[in-house]
């Protein structure tokens, strides 16, 4: 059993250290430097960026032509698998994720392990319903070695409300026997100020992950700056197709680099002229936001620090709920 989990080990971080292949692969198929250059100046960081990229997305580039866009596109396939594969491969590779803990048994047993990485989990909920408080906890947790749960890799944090709190970081580090400083440096953290600028980060995060091993993304949240940059339904169709293009660049993110990303959402009374909904709010973002987030959990506020976490969209996890606390050292099962 233990010769099994070592052989398990070492094939998860052989997967770390293999990682996505840098963009100047591309240069032995005939792409020149210059060619490069402009594609890392536009966010294309490696050869999965380019083989996940439209020939629409590339021509766009200044000094890309037609004929450029297919040489780049041909290229890039022949490094990165894009066809089909047996189910029989892709059950081999989904048993091989990494999954963040969250710090809380009950939470991780709901999750089947912890945060998938790979893919897109979205939270949401009213206020004070420890959203953020499980965005700080999964900042230091992601750090862990993966045998004590963790992804081994640093954090991006891109704060849209003004939320984010070194001091907890720290406070959850010392629960895990782990140095502060190094927690807080293994953290990058950028206050986005409008959806235009958000954006703007993700094209720097890719820039980084690409020089550095990062587990986790968190935005936090994804959706308080669209409501206050687009007012109406004479700008909603706007609205959800920038938000449209911000989440389809994290899900590239996830799936480029491996990491985890995970996203809060703010709710909004449901107006339907119902009296008995069960639940009288729903998450913002519309269907949008609803495709995009492979998990959805939402948060509800128990009594006291006490708070419960419900699978509420899910491709494999089961509709249930857990109880969790939020305490002075982050999140924990509930005490008694």
């Not at 954090?155 to 070194?166: A, S």
Request: one cysteine or more; glycine letters at 8%.
């Amino acid at each position: 059993m233990a010769a099994a989990e070592e052989i398990r080990d070492e094939m998860l971080e052989e997967q770390i250290e293999a990682g996505p292949l840098p963009i100047e692969r591309l240069e032995a198929s005939g792409i020149t430097s210059a060619d490069i250059s402009k594609l890392r100046e536009n966010g294309y960081h490696t050869v999965e960026a380019v083989a996940m990229a439209t020939k629409k997305d590339l021509i766009a580039l200044k000094g890309i032509s037609e004929a450029k866009a297919d040489k780049l596109l041909a290229a890039a396939s022949k490094l990165v698998p894009m066809g089909f594969q047996t189910a029989t491969e892709f059950h081999q590779q989904r048993s091989d994720i990494i999954r963040v803990t969250t710090g809380s048994r009950e939470l991780d047993k709901l999750l089947e392990g912890g945060l998938e990485t790979g893919c897109i989990t979205e939270i949401f909920g009213e206020s004070r319903a420890g959203k953020s408080q499980f965005c700080h906890q999964l900042a230091v947790t992601c750090q862990l070695p993966i045998a004590q749960g963790g992804g081994e890799g640093k954090c991006l944090f891109i704060d849209t409300e003004g939320t984010f709190r070194p001091e907890r970081l720290i406070a959850i580090a010392e629960r895990y026997g782990l140095d502060g400083q190094e927690v807080l440096d293994n953290v990058a953290y950028a206050r986005a100020y409008n959806s235009d600028h958000q954006t703007q980060l993700l094209m720097q995060a890719a820039a980084m992950m690409a020089e550095s091993r990062y587990s986790l993304l968190i935005v936090d949240s994804a959706t308080a700056l669209y409501r206050t940059d687009y007012h109406g339904r004479g700008e909603l169709a706007a609205r959800q197709m920038h938000l449209g293009r911000f989440l389809r660049n994290l899900t590239r993110l996830a799936d480029e680099f491996g990491v985890a990303v995970l996203v809060t959402n703010q709710v909004v009374a449901q107006v339907d002229g119902s009296m008995f909904t069960a639940d009288p709010k729903k998450p913002i973002g519309g269907n949008i936001m609803s495709h995009a987030s492979t998990v959805r959990l939402q948060f509800r506020k128990g009594r006291g620090e006490t708070r419960i976490c419900k699978v509420y969209q899910a491709p494999s996890l089961a509709e249930a709920d857990a109880t969790f606390g939020l305490y002075d050292d982050g999140i924990r099962d509930p005490r008694d």
